[in-house]
């Protein structure tokens, strides 16, 4: 049973950073993509980063690219996701996400609950 946790989201200021962590748990993720998606108020869901748990490829979307980084720890479980010189628009719920299918824009089968993350002008 995979279970994906969620924690880290905050207020913060633009310019500000946050890290966002996602634990998970039900077995080991050799073969998986876990991802990033958010969504802001009023607007649809969106992919935000994903990475391959066991080579470590990662995949943005264009709008976050050299401002937000994905990473994993193997060993706890956890990925994470580095928040750099936010803005106002990445306002928004975001969701850890596992693919079994691995990295390459799959399915997404297995989601947490969602951490806010508010930034303010």
């Known amino acids: 049973q995979v279970q994906l946790v969620e924690s880290g989201g905050g207020l913060v200021q633009a310019g500000g950073s946050l890290r966002l962590s996602c634990a998970a748990s039900?077995?080991?993720?050799?073969?998986?993509?876990m991802g990033w998606f958010r969504q802001a108020p009023g607007k649809e869901r969106e992919f935000v980063a994903a990475?391959?748990?066991?080579?470590?490829?990662?995949a943005y979307v264009d709008s976050v690219k050299g401002r937000f980084t994905i990473s994993r720890d193997n060993a706890k479980n956890t990925m994470y996701l580095q928040m750099n010189s936010l803005k106002p628009e990445d306002t928004a719920v975001y969701y850890c996400?596992?693919?079994?299918?691995?990295?390459?824009?799959?399915?997404?089968?297995?989601w947490g609950q969602g951490t806010q993350v508010t930034v303010s002008s």
């Open positions: 039900g077995r080991t993720f050799d073969g998986y993509a």
């Open positions: 996400a596992a693919d079994p299918g691995g990295l390459g824009w799959g399915d997404y089968q297995y």
């Open positions: 990475i391959s748990w066991s080579d470590g490829r990662t």
